[in-house]
């Protein structure tokens, strides 16, 4: 099983690079989406012997072209602090698409992906939460 989710683990992180190659970051989570579902079974399977799915190695590029520059654009830009997002986005995600596995992928990529979306915006929101809260 170990070898099985570290060739898939592999498999989409080359998905999801050759989907930055040609789109950019733009709907940037589609290619997880798509993959997942494709591979739902040995994803359902995984969660089954284990509470995370195994796809933390191919959350680079989606930290990399999206959350790590919302942070920038948020004026967050300490390392230790840019874990701290790290960690919390990664569960986040995670604990979504482990949600929708469980669910059988029910809803579309697309309808997923706005989803997914909606909820990254949070991190320019972190900023003037930090702000307001200082000043109480």
């Not at 494709?38 to 195994?54: D, F, G, I, M, W």
């Not at 520059?69 to 790290?86: S, V, W």
């Not at 990664?90 to 990529?109: A, F, H, P, Y």
Request: net charge negative; charged share 25%.
């Amino acid at each position: 099983m170990n070898d099985l989710e570290e060739y898939l683990s592999g498999e989409l992180l080359q998905v999801v690079e050759e989907w930055i190659k040609y789109n950019g970051s733009k709907s940037i989570f589609l290619p997880y989406l798509r993959y997942i579902k494709e591979h739902q079974y040995v994803y359902q399977v995984t969660l089954s012997n284990r509470k995370a799915l195994p796809i933390k190695k191919s959350f680079q590029p989606l930290l990399e072209h999206l959350i790590f520059p919302l942070c920038r654009t948020a004026q967050i830009t300490d390392e230790e602090e840019l874990l701290y997002y790290n960690v919390y986005f990664q569960s986040g995600i995670t604990m979504v698409l482990k949600c929708w596995i469980e669910n059988g992928c029910k809803k579309s990529d697309e309808e997923m992906n706005v989803i997914l979306m909606n909820c990254v915006p949070m991190i320019s929101e972190c900023q003037r939460t930090i702000d307001v809260s200082e000043n109480i």
